[in-house]
């Protein structure tokens, strides 16, 4: 199934790029938490793609509609969301969608509807004729599905699928930063060869050293704000203007251009995490490093330690804590309490104006050469606000899970 | 999670009786089914409260929108489903929702806008002073989510949502009436003390004799508008007479009533189901079973089996097939190419307005007496779509699990 | 997969009727719960074909040995369950079992290896010129599986898989007894036409009603004791005799007779069981109806409430409870507190020694003749211990998936 | 629960280092494949730490009985497999193991007993006054479990708990062997800082360049060979001799070292994965990502792809295939026929015999000296059968996946 996280608290997905609209449901969040569609908004707006001046030009408003799962006995707040309006025929069903409620614990829907599609851009792709673009799903897709497949905007396989993550992402950090003041945070640092030397891990870690491991939320909104000042989501200033002007090479000259991408959790609950097939170790490799265009997850060192000794990668303990974090928050799967580290290498977006060998769905040999559309020359650098999601949807779950082990026989009281 | 069957075909559902939605999922639909949304319609107007004189005279119009999943070239078609509009400020979203598609094998999105509202009803309910019915969730979910509940007009337990159901049911019945000519019907054969003499699966059992195990459509077309004559759905017309009379004589009287339902399908698979653990008996008594308001399933000859000896529950075997159906189309949780036979009682509905017994939520004893609104008299008899969408789906289920078994190597052919 | 109850707390099962072994895993128990490997030997000797004198004739030793998720500082004690060894060449591998010890959260393995088989009695089913047992599911199986499947003794689909669902019914109960003094019986209430007229709910609200809601370990004893008295475990001591006259006579006839059971749990914890798709009622219907031979599952009042009215069957809610039982302890899927209630009707066993009209597995037809082997002449009777073992481990996945929601932030602390 | 891969096809297990026995359940291997105990036994041995001269100098026998799942008309030989025997007082319960057989369809249960224990070794870990290892979960395992945790030899965290890996990964691969010809590969690529200049993936990619992009059997069985020749398995043989020479004197030092492993599929069945959420990239990920001491997993190129251009990335498409492999063998999440290609990068052990600052269970601070016990100087080089497992299951469910959506009428077909 079509689900992210679980098995108890979950986001299952549906809707393809140029489809009426991206779907989501948001299974296990506990009753209680107050949640406001601006919150879940703020976060599709990082994720959109107009939402930087390199992305992609295609404007998308992305516009949430939370249509269940919320509830307060104040209906006029609970209600004043966008309208939505069904036409069919002479009727109309005109409906007000939730503006902030409480949680409780039914699944919370979510509906982004499509505005701008000029699917006319992908005749290119049509049908057993249609061209096979390098890189892509096309050509897998057209015969997996034996031909019934959305040709449209890269159909499902889009990444505007990620809107559902992000919608179940920000439930699942609302309800960590309530319980335990956990914030997530992301940096670009690659874009192609251009390497950042400052890395977010690094500067978590400075915080931490000089303001305990626990960050207050004062600190946590000024990185974030360090994050947002340039063109491109980074600690290091220097380097995102170099990699603005890369991006903008890279467009002209019709190519597009790799990034890699550093997730960080302060604030991290400890003891979470199933050991082995669940741990939350196999989970964050799964769910980050299986997003689109992913091709390498690393926790804590990532592939440096290979070439390390035990007595240097092993992280010293005393008794307020972890000494360094080599281990990247986990150990055994588990949370040690330490930032959550994640770095991910994403491939250049496969969509490129320059011709390519390639084939027909028929296989008939061609030159491919893109006929319309325009993409983002670097999709890496807009999937911060999908990573920090999916790693608060695992990291939730993971929380959940621990919760359950731990009884407390006042919880089970009714007369 | 709110997921109905599965891992393989399975239907997610989100929203509460008076939210602004009930949203559904259908996943691992395989793709080059062609489905139009008139089909599903067709079932949810089977399903909707005032399809028929006896139900809650509520009017809902339940329309539903195909927000994804589908695909067609003729984009015409595909697209000229209602169209949904999104009202933000002055912005405004228009999308047209699908008409009529192949699917893609991706999951297919739904949503069924709530029109007709009066939550005003359901002050009676809410907050700690709120009255719990009896018969009731009001005042275990009270509880259980801390008082974190949607109580407009049972919130998520409502009737309502399975809405659902009958948009996944629809999927799997086109499915396997496409694959298998498979056929689900259901009939109600007690209301109250009255039961019908005559049985649909004796019906069928009929029909089966008469046509050989496999029924043609024609014959299938023919049962169905037998069913469909009544003020209630039966192959018994006298009995439909007397049940309606006792139905509007109970709702007169502010009580209610229970009613029992058979479900059969006919030109079923034979085997599919799992043994043991996930056996299709297993299944299909959780889904059926566990519907609202449902107390009691029974499989073949049910309770009756108890009173039996083995020489005569044993169904004969002869080369073209079993000559009885005790146990109704399943033995060892696997199909046998029999119709299924289930059947289904259903309590009284719990909401009257007769005064009762109760507490406040906060348990204060109070005579409980229903302050406005008004509600199905037996909600039994509205159940049969639901059932035959329960069944649908576990049957389709366990239909995609035993083909993944019958490898087929040139299933796997790119180049 | 062949797994019962979950996400958070289930069994897996594995081992057909004359194979090696039957093994079981059964996932999530919360760590420190301490567990006697002849606590568990208690349910299984309960279980076993041989545990009364109607039974099959067939002897099984049915020892348990744990092999994994216990552990204790009292490595004696621990480790002073039955020797296992392994013999390979001249090699041997004695290894220690456990005896007692506490959870530790990890997966608890077991293993019951299969001392008496005489499969020499199934010749007559192997190959595509075996006989089908009417009523049995050596058809279908043969065809589902395309001819690879073990034909000794029932193979998989046998009674002796019930193992597994006892051995991690006990730990269930064990931890449901130990948190919340929950206690589950069962008591046969017919046996062909003979049926009781003293039920074991209404024995349970008896006690309930003297006792108040929650019935002491004293109470619980004696009922217990009650139950086992007679040659049946019923609460009616002259119903046993008769039905125990009954089956022996129909064992003398070469013939088999159908049974119906109640289960019953009391000092149940009130909130558990996640509404709709995943609520306990479908989680129970499904386990519990999904069992071998079981034709019909009821609920609280079951069938009878098809007759009654609303104003009958609602239960009265009074601020020390509910005052009656009609919903058998679950609304809404969700625990009231109340005694949880079923009644399951099985069907006589399909294996007879009188001569019934079948086919050979190549559809031959013959006259079905039994060979060799002795069968129950009435399996209801002894599935007691198996049933109870089912409601508990439903009960205890519902408890888990309850307290998930339950957020106590001082679980999650190392420094 | 602890199952890796599914929801078709997937391996559960359980069992701790010093516990009497890991056992594992393989679910969803569909019937009729040939499989003989000494198939899986041979990659137990691979998987064996006493495997190789640089591995930890515990002897292990490792030897499986397999318990279930297995059939033949041929009993001698089903049942030749080693006896089992259970003592118990005086009784004792011999049977016979399966030595070979076609799968059923039925779960595969087996066993494998835990001869060489020197638990006393483990003194130092047990309790609050325990002693946590710096890079190991015991601390974090004490907190969550609450104390009750198996402390002897790492308890369920250890490495032998991959035994259900490679059992299960091997049923995987006989059949995706019989049905494709697939073969899975492993090499050692880097140990500390050594690195290899020669890949396994370069070196299958000749293959394919030389052969056509289906291997031969012959082509397989020489490549490993190839790969089994020296001290280390690696495609180099120069590398191997200095990496065995690193490895030894890293030992001597009382230290470790971490390593890189490459694993490589080919003849792999194109069409396969689920797009998005359970691609079998998501999968490949989580599962190799996830294995113990894991810090990277790459696919394809995997981290150097962040500096490309995409020109340089995408692979060129002709008429007969892909003409790169970059992609490592998935677009979209779906496999595309090429092989299959990840790379690992592990930490090095984190129990070493060198001083280290660290904790008590309690906190109180103490410079952690290990007591007894020897230990792997680099856990990574003997993971390649556990990772090549991991690959195989994983690939084998994706495969059932995809099978289940070719619906073909004629395997539902009984009378």
Redesign the interface.
């Known amino acids: ?4 996280g ?3 608290f ?1 986001v ?5 790029s140029h ?5 989501t ?1 948001v ?2 969040c ?3 938490l107050w949640v406001e569609r601006t919150q879940i908004q703020h976060y599709l707006d990082r994720r959109r793609p107009g939402s930087n001046k390199l992305g992609t030009p295609r404007r998308e ?1 992305d ?1 949430v ?5 919320l ?1 307060s ?1 104040d ?1 006029d707040q609970l209600l004043s969301g ?7 025929g002479e ?1 109309e ?1 005109p ?4 503006a902030a409620g ?8 979510a ?1 982004v ?3 701008a599609k000029r ?1 006319s851009d992908y005749k290119q792709f ?2 057993p004729q249609g061209h ?1 673009r ?4 096309d ?3 057209h ?4 031909g ?3 040709v449209r905007g890269g ?3 889009s990444y505007r ?1 990620t809107i559902s993550d992000v919608i179940g992402g920000t439930i699942a950090r609302l309800y960590l930063a309530e ?2 003041g956990t914030a997530i945070f992301s940096s670009i640092s ?4 251009l390497e950042t030397g400052l890395s977010l891990a690094a500067r978590v870690a400075e915080l931490v050293e000089s303001n305990g ?1 626990r960050l207050s939320p004062a600190t946590c909104a000024a990185l974030e704000s360090e994050l947002e000042r340039g063109a491109l989501r980074t600690v290091d200033a220097d380097f995102a203007r170099q990699a603005a002007e890369l991006i903008a090479k ?1 467009r002209k000259a019709r ?6 991408l550093e997730v960080v959790a302060v604030n991290v ?4 995490g199933e ?5 939350l ?3 964050l ?6 997003l ?1 265009a ?28 972890y ?1 360094r974090n ?3 928050g986990l ?7 330490m930032p959550l580290v994640c770095r991910l ?8 104006a ?1 011709p ?4 027909r769905k028929d ?3 061609i030159e491919f050469q893109l006929a319309k559309g325009r993409h983002d020359p670097c999709v ?1 650098v807009r999937a911060g606000a999908t990573l920090e999601s999916r790693l608060a949807i695992e990291l939730m779950n993971a ?11 006042s ?5």
């Open positions: 199934m079509e689900v992210l679980g098995p108890l979950g299952a997905g549906a809707g393809e489809g009426p609209a991206i779907v449901m299974f296990g506990p009753p209680g408003d516009q509609a939370l249509l269940s799962g509830y006995e209906h966008p309208a939505l309006h069904l036409h069919l009727g069903t409906v007000r969608t939730y409480f949680t409780t614990g039914e699944p919370i829907a509906t509807l499509s505005a699917s049509a049908g096979a390098p890189g892509h799903t050509l897998v897709k015969y997996k599905s034996r019934f497949v959305d159909g499902r396989s699928s319980h335990f690659q874009v192609g060869p491991q890279t190519d597009s251009v790799g990034a890699a609950p400890p003891l979470v050991p082995l097939y669940q741990s170790k196999l989970r490799m799964g769910s980050l490093g299986g689109h992913v091709q390498a997850c690393e926790i804590g060192a990532g592939h440096f330690v290979a070439a390390r000794r035990g007595s240097q990668n092993n992280d010293p303990i005393r008794k307020d804590g000494q080599s281990h990247g150990l055994g799967g588990v949370t040690t309490g290498s994403f491939k250049p977006t496969a969509t490129i320059r390519q060998n390639s084939v296989l008939e040999e890496g929380v959940l899970m621990h919760q359950a082990h731990s009884m407390d026989v919880n089970f009281k009714l007369f």
